[in-house]
């Protein structure tokens, strides 16, 4: 019997290829989107899942608050973690891991690791990051330890076997021994490097002491806790630990700490710090794969039942020979599966050469190709079987419903039931279309909102090279001038768009008392504001005629000015500052610029002439020939910084990275509203070319009584342009509420104008219309006297 269906079933797709071709494509590709939008949503959702006590890990986190603002911080103090560890039994281990960019040679092999971390001993005591080679529990005990990476082993070695020798980090050249390999660290974890050295280098030997203060605040801190208890009933005891050992150091500073504990699985997509991932991007992406998919099952139900008038004769014949309705329903099912799993076949065969493209809009490689997903591909295949039964089963008791004698005398007509279901079924996938139409739209201003919105500073060919605080670096930035294509230079801790410290303040506020607040620090040159073109709000910039502006001068940004109380730059002029062993006076306001991304508000700045403590150096390029130009810097700095490799970037683009994940989101949801319009497209395509052949007789009717071709189109395409004119308006209001949430993410944004619906209303008229019409003037210009022998 199973044998029968799918012969049948065979034979009716072939009989009737155009619309079995509209339908597989439909399904294939809204099954090949939901699969890729499946691999994704499921990979943003396990990152670090592959650890086995990820349930028990918790990111320790701060909340700091000063008599001027709470300060939210995922960093922590670097002295909480061993005293926790020692006075709360509930700790059965931790690890801090510190990012770093550290210089790394063997020979002539130099890399500036941008990649690399300090941790702890007992990392891999902590995360389930494999050790090939090496003893997890001693790799980074002792100081100068290093564990490499796969990649990184081979980058140094090649072949060799790294254990026991030995590289040189930093500018000083201190010998490290390579104490491990492991392997390459998966991509959906959230803590990442190539190159780990032991924390002890960094406590013993760079910053001694540093285990010991309790008001610096650097590392990311880990707590593994012990089996039975939660986080909850740790978190309890925070603020008596706190007490205990810094109350003291709290009250004198005027500061007070709040600890939290993060899971460690909630970190990458719903932390209250700084999230990696978008948590909002990724119900986005669920809920278009949902439509996507069920805008095919749409199309497949409304061609199904559209076309039920042909299949009238066969269902009353059928059952005229004994027929049952339910051995009908089950033949019009399997059609319906049969259909799917040829869609399915296909499907998995789009998605295996799409993967690779996927991976590059995505920015990371979710997967290598469809072998690794084969519990996708698994659900996939169940999911088709269900599609096919769910989508199957409305038409399969509409067609085995009909009464043989009606049919069989040829006064079948469709009912009046199932004409307005295949429009409500029209509606319902063009508002979804629309819907992604509009909501496109509106991310694609807002991108470039942000790309073209002034930032209050010069960011053009401007070139940055980090110097690592080479001791070469003031030499180098000064001998840049004499480069023809260079116009200007500048030295400092930060740049736009990059990290910066906040530093311990006391500001004289407008009552005339020292107020404390935490406030961001560039660290910059004399040349520093003229050369990125700030603008003075008040005062003066730093000037090489004060003796003073090097050891007394401060200089802050408008949005400093009115944390303290002032309601003009002006009042802020002349006024004390102490900050991280410095004592003097506010000689100058700048506007405010955005110096982080437009998803954050600006927040106060401070500037203090600093040298010694800057790395980067700014270079203003002429629009001649950059590349020569480059060329020559990099000259200059093999001349005088041989030891290091030549690492730049353009400001330009450094800065426009901040929006990468948005950039990433605006293209993923383009190419997957496009997919989803297309499918629509199809189906309006095949209801147009059914409704097409239904009217053939009175098209050539109406020829003969001198209808023009434009009266005819009109006539065939009004009626769906009635629906996608619907479908807008059901679309519309939905689109705004929910982009309007999306742009709450976006400090700075854009407004939601009126002219975003006309032009998605034009889009979607267009559309429709242009789909419709291909059929429509078709059957408008077909020859009467064929249209009237057909009938």
């Not at 180098?476 to 736009?496: C, D, N, Q, R, W």
């Not at 002219?755 to 242009?770: N, R, S």
Request: hydrophobic share 45%; proline share 3%; glycine share 6%.
């Amino acid at each position: 019997m199973i044998k029968n269906y799918l012969k049948i079933a065979w034979r009716n797709l072939l009989k009737n290829k155009v619309y079995s071709f509209i339908n597989i494509m439909g399904l294939t590709v809204g099954m090949s989107a939901c699969f890729l939008i499946f691999i994704y949503v499921n990979f943003e959702l396990s990152y670090d899942a592959f650890h086995s006590k990820a349930d028990r890990i918790y990111r320790l986190v701060t909340d700091i608050k000063t008599p001027s603002e709470t300060i939210n911080t995922s960093a922590t103090s670097w002295a909480f973690a061993p005293a926790i560890k020692a006075d709360l039994p509930e700790v059965e281990a931790f690890t801090r891991v510190s990012g770093e960019s550290l210089l790394v040679r063997k020979g002539d092999i130099k890399f500036q690791e941008e990649n690399s971390a300090y941790a702890d001993s007992s990392l891999f005591q902590v995360f389930d990051f494999e050790l090939i080679k090496g003893n997890p529990k001693t790799a980074l005990k002792e100081q100068l330890s290093i564990v490499l990476s796969e990649k990184a082993a081979e980058k140094y070695f090649g072949k060799e076997d790294p254990i026991g020798q030995n590289l040189l980090l930093t500018g000083e050249g201190l010998v490290a021994t390579v104490t491990g390999v492991m392997k390459n660290i998966p991509e959906n974890s959230q803590v990442k490097a190539d190159v780990f050295v032991s924390m002890s280098t960094f406590t013993q030997r760079f910053a001694k002491g540093i285990d010991d203060q309790w008001g610096n605040f650097g590392a990311s801190t880990y707590l593994l806790l012990k089996p039975g208890t939660t986080g909850s009933t740790l978190e309890k005891k925070l603020p008596a630990f706190l007490e205990t050992r810094a109350g003291k150091l709290m009250k004198d500073n005027k500061m007070h700490y709040t600890l939290f504990l993060e899971p460690l699985r909630d970190i990458y997509l719903h932390s209250t710090r700084e999230s990696q991932g978008n948590a909002n991007n990724v119900y986005i992406f669920s809920i278009v794969a949902v439509f996507i998919l069920l805008i095919a099952c749409i199309n497949f139900v409304n061609l199904t039942t559209a076309r039920s008038a042909e299949r009238a004769k066969e269902v009353g014949v059928r059952k005229v020979v004994g027929a049952p309705r339910a051995l009908l329903a089950r033949q019009f099912i399997a059609e319906s599966i049969l259909l799917c799993m040829i869609a399915f076949v296909l499907s998995i065969l789009l998605s295996a050469l799409l993967i690779p493209l996927f991976n590059d809009l995505a920015g990371k490689t979710i997967s290598t190709g469809i072998l690794d997903n084969g519990l996708y591909v698994l659900g996939m295949f169940i999911a088709s079987i269900l599609i096919g039964i769910l989508a199957g089963f409305y038409p399969a008791l509409v067609l085995s419903s009909f009464e043989p004698i009606v049919v069989l005398k040829g006064r079948f007509a469709t009912s009046v039931r199932g004409i307005l279901l295949r429009k409500g079924l029209v509606a319902a996938q063009f508002a979804i279309s629309i819907a992604l139409i509009i909501a496109t739209i509106i991310v694609f201003t807002q991108m470039n909102y942000m790309r073209d919105r002034d930032l209050g500073f010069s960011k053009d060919q401007m070139l940055i090279v980090n110097t690592q605080g080479d001791p070469a670096k003031v030499n180098f930035k000064e001998s840049l001038a004499s480069i023809p294509g260079v116009m200007s230079t500048a030295l400092s801790s930060s740049v736009p768009g990059g990290g910066n410290p906040g530093a311990y303040s006391e500001i004289e506020n407008k009552s005339g008392d020292l107020q404390i607040a935490n406030l961001d620090l560039y660290f910059v040159d004399f040349d520093y504001i003229p050369h990125y073109k700030l603008k003075m709000a008040a005062g003066r910039p730093f000037s090489r005629e004060f003796g003073t502006d090097t050891t007394q001068a401060m200089v802050m940004n408008e949005a400093a000015t009115k944390l303290f109380g002032y309601s003009t730059p002006e009042e802020a002029i002349g006024r004390r500052f102490k900050q991280w062993g410095r004592e003097g006076k506010i000689v100058g306001v700048i506007k405010d610029f955005h110096f982080r991304s437009l998803q954050e508000k600006i927040k106060p700045l401070t500037m203090r002439i600093e040298p010694g403590g800057s790395s980067l150096v700014s270079v203003k390029l002429a629009g001649g020939n950059i590349p020569e130009t480059i060329k020559a810097v990099e000259a200059k700095w093999n001349q005088l910084v041989p030891n290091r490799p030549f690492s730049y970037y353009f400001m330009d683009e450094f800065f426009d990275r901040q929006y990468r994940s948005e950039e990433r989101f605006e293209k993923l949801f383009l190419n997957f509203a496009i997919l989803a319009i297309f499918i629509s497209c199809l189906g309006l395509l095949g209801l147009a070319s059914y409704s097409t052949l239904q009217r053939t007789k009175e098209i050539g009717v109406r020829k003969v009584m001198g209808a023009s071709i434009g009266s005819i189109v009109g006539l065939l395409s009004k009626d769906f342009l009635k629906l996608v004119l619907i479908a807008f308006l059901i679309a519309s209001p939905i689109a705004w509420y929910f982009m309007s949430e999306w742009l709450q993410n976006f400090e700075y944004r854009t407004d939601i104008h009126w002219w975003v619906f006309l032009v998605a209303a034009v889009m979607a008229v267009t559309i429709a219309f242009a789909t419709v019409s291909f059929q429509s003037i078709k059957a408008a210009l077909m020859n009467p006297v064929k249209s009237l022998r057909s009938e």
